[in-house]
């Protein structure tokens, strides 16, 4: 196992026996008021009790704290230079964004999309090379222009992998560390 892959099971493991704890991206001096009281209502609309509730702001923390484009945008959503990704939810079957939770996640044209092992979907909807922190086993929907090669390269930048769109399929994302969707 990697390190980064070590060092974000520890983090998560430490953020499992911390419970509900704000930290400092979650505190009111970096999030506005109106948009913390958004997310509180987004996540008693979904029944997180405050332990559930603290494990998601906390995933969120670790998301924000390791990219610093990355902007939180609903309690379980965040968008990143590449696109967006949405958090699995502790305690819930299947991934939804809090913000809508009654709309599926879709894979709209022109994207490509990833589901780790977690649960975290990643929509990828502009073209760069975007550092990629999934794990486990999970899906792909290579829903870009037909045509449109994705490639996925090892920790040294070397290329592990590509898929021409329109595609789908599985993948191990633990030995993915960079993502070039287009």
């Not at 509730?53 to 379980?76: E, I």
């Not at 760069?128 to 792909?140: K, R, S, W």
Request: proline residues 4%.
């Amino acid at each position: 196992m990697s390190a980064r892959k070590t060092l974000a099971i520890t983090a998560a493991a430490a953020a499992l026996l911390a419970g509900p704890v704000l930290s400092a991206h979650a505190s009111t001096a970096t999030i506005p008021t109106a948009q913390q009281s958004a997310y509180g209502t987004q996540v008693r609309a979904a029944g997180l009790t405050d332990v559930q509730a603290g494990q998601l702001q906390q995933q969120v923390d670790a998301v924000l704290a390791k990219d610093p484009q990355a902007r939180q945008v609903s309690a379980n959503k965040l968008t990143t230079a590449g696109g967006s990704m949405v958090l699995a939810v502790p305690g819930r079957p299947e991934t939804r964004d809090l913000a809508a939770p009654d709309a599926a996640l879709a894979c709209n044209n022109g994207h490509l999309c990833i589901v780790d092992g977690r649960g975290v979907n990643y929509d990828y909807y502009r073209c760069g090379y975007y550092n990629f922190d999934g794990v486990g086993n999970g899906t792909f929907n290579n829903n870009q222009t037909s045509g449109t090669r994705a490639r996925f390269y090892n920790h040294d930048g070397s290329e592990r992998w590509s898929n021409v769109a329109k595609d789908t399929g599985t993948a191990n994302w633990d030995p993915v560390f960079h993502i070039r969707p287009c």
